[in-house]
């Protein structure tokens, strides 16, 4: 299950790791430090929040909650080109929207292919966050050019949708600087190919892991923030990103009053909230005021810049102590399986989607419960044309398709002579 990867590598690995190479996981120094019974406290709550994990991956919610989900009528083709066209053309339009602002092409041009963009395109979405749902867009383009090609295989659309990928990536890691949506393309498509084409073995899907791992730290030292040669620095890497467990250490020491929900509120309101809309909209808010309630002085110090979303479980004890550390990882994980369990119908295009964009957002989701689901409500929009084509096909779930052919032999018996 990618949910407890990445639960076990942010909060069991790098704190193991990091008591032996301390500075190799330092990701905000002078900002998050390690108080010793704050870290020790640290290490029980990660093992609630795992086991909490497991419960709602395993447990019986899951599979009520995907009884309550929409069901997926027979789409037709076009839907799954049109939706790719539509989310390319306005994704790509955002990318070069966000070069123009902040005027990108005085650059030199490997600036533009290194990140070089990335701070001033952070601050540029201070009355334009649009520019940010255009990336996503984007990357979401991908495994719908995917399905696209699935769905009627040929040359020209399989050249159509690998060039979709390549611009895509180049856009996203090079001009946006943005790692967590690019190394989460390939994630995407292995999912669509998974349900659509065939079954992928366990051997593929460990050795592609580990390719995007490794792709990660190299693009992290081409950016000068990584190393390739040392394996702990590396991981370390990696680790300043999935920094939860610091964030959660110091969220213990530190947090005395609870928000009470009110950060997590604050993400689903205000996010996709047209600042032209409301010039008075604050500039901290949801995860970024769990961030400066952990770490304060952060946003101003980076002059908002950047954002370090604190991880689910220092978000959850923000928010609401030691329960908050249980139940939104128990609601993450629920939410996971629930999709999982619609697909193993019919395979739905609709849940596909969805699912490989879940899995591909694992990290985002780790890194801040709050800051993805205002996301994963627009995708779930954006791929709406899914369930709005074609005919319905009732929404069967595993075991009920029996029943309805039955129930289609006894009429035709009774209408028999």
Same mark, same amino acid.
């Given at each position: 299950m990618g949910a407890g990867r990445n639960l076990?590598?942010?909060?069991?690995? /790098?704190?193991?790791?990091? &008591?032996?190479?301390?500075?190799?996981?330092? %990701? !905000?120094?002078?900002?998050? @430090?390690?108080?010793?019974?704050?870290?020790?406290?640290? *290490?029980?709550?990660?093992?609630m929040g795992f086991l909490a994990l497991l419960y709602g991956y395993f447990g019986p919610h899951a599979s009520r909650v995907a009884r309550l989900l929409p069901a997926e009528p027979e789409h037709r083709r076009r839907t799954a080109g049109a939706l790719t066209a539509a989310l390319f053309s306005m994704g790509a339009a955002s990318v070069l929207a966000a070069v123009l602002i902040n005027d990108g092409f005085s650059l030199p041009l490997m600036d533009l292919f290194t990140g070089g963009l990335r701070d001033e395109t952070v601050k540029s979405f201070s009355g334009r966050g649009y520019l940010s749902l255009g990336f996503l867009l984007l990357a979401l383009s991908v495994p719908c050019a995917a399905l696209w090609h699935c769905e009627a295989p040929s040359r020209w659309r399989l050249g159509g949708a690998l060039a979709i990928g390549v611009i895509a990536g180049v856009l996203l890691i090079g001009v946006v600087g943005s790692r967590i949506l690019a190394l989460g393309i390939p994630i995407a498509v292995l999912v669509v190919v998974h349900y659509r084409v065939r079954r992928l073995g366990v051997l593929p899907v460990v050795t592609g892991g580990l390719a995007l791992a490794f792709l990660g730290v190299v693009v992290s030292a081409l950016r000068g923030t990584g190393s390739v040669a040392d394996p702990i620095?590396? /991981?370390?890497?990696?680790?300043?990103?999935?920094?939860?467990?610091?964030?959660?250490?110091?969220?213990?020491?530190?947090?005395?009053?609870? %928000?009470?929900? *009110?950060?997590?509120?604050?993400? =689903?309101?205000?996010?996709?909230?047209?600042?032209?809309?409301?010039?008075?909209?604050p500039l901290i808010y949801g995860a970024v005021s769990a961030q400066e309630a952990i &770490?304060?002085?952060?946003? *101003? @110090?980076?002059?908002?810049?950047?954002?370090?979303?604190?991880?689910?479980?220092?978000?959850?004890?923000?928010?609401?102590?030691?329960?908050?550390?249980v139940v939104l990882p128990f609601s993450a994980a629920a939410v996971l399986r629930a999709v999982y369990v619609r697909i193993q119908s019919e395979r739905p295009?609709?849940?596909? !989607?969805?699912?490989?964009?879940l899995l591909a957002n694992l990290v985002s989701l780790f890194r801040g419960f709050g800051l *993805?689901?205002?996301? =994963?409500?627009?995708? &779930?929009?954006?791929?709406?044309?899914?369930? !709005?084509?074609?005919? %319905?096909?009732?929404?069967?779930?595993?075991? %009920?398709?029996?029943? /309805?052919?039955?129930?289609r032999h006894r009429v035709s018996a009774r209408r028999s002579p």
């Open positions: 076990r590598f942010a909060y069991f690995l /790098v704190p193991l790791l990091a &008591a032996e190479r301390p500075e190799a996981f330092a %990701s !905000l120094e002078g900002y998050l @430090d390690a108080p010793p019974g704050a870290w020790q406290a640290a *290490t029980w709550v990660s093992g620095a590396a /991981v370390g890497t990696l680790g300043q990103t999935l920094d939860g467990f610091n964030f959660l250490v110091n969220a213990l020491a530190r947090i005395d009053d609870f %928000s009470w929900g *009110t950060t997590l509120v604050e993400d =689903l309101t205000l996010t996709y909230f047209p600042r032209s809309l409301w010039a008075g909209k &770490a304060p002085g952060l946003y *101003t @110090d980076f002059q908002g810049g950047a954002t370090f979303p604190p991880g689910i479980l220092a978000e959850g004890y923000v928010n609401f102590g030691l329960i908050g550390s295009a609709f849940y596909v !989607l969805l699912l490989g964009w *993805t689901m205002p996301q =994963l409500i627009v995708v &779930a929009v954006i791929l709406s044309p899914m369930l !709005l084509s074609g005919s %319905s096909r009732g929404g069967v779930l595993p075991g %009920s398709a029996g029943r /309805v052919t039955k129930l």
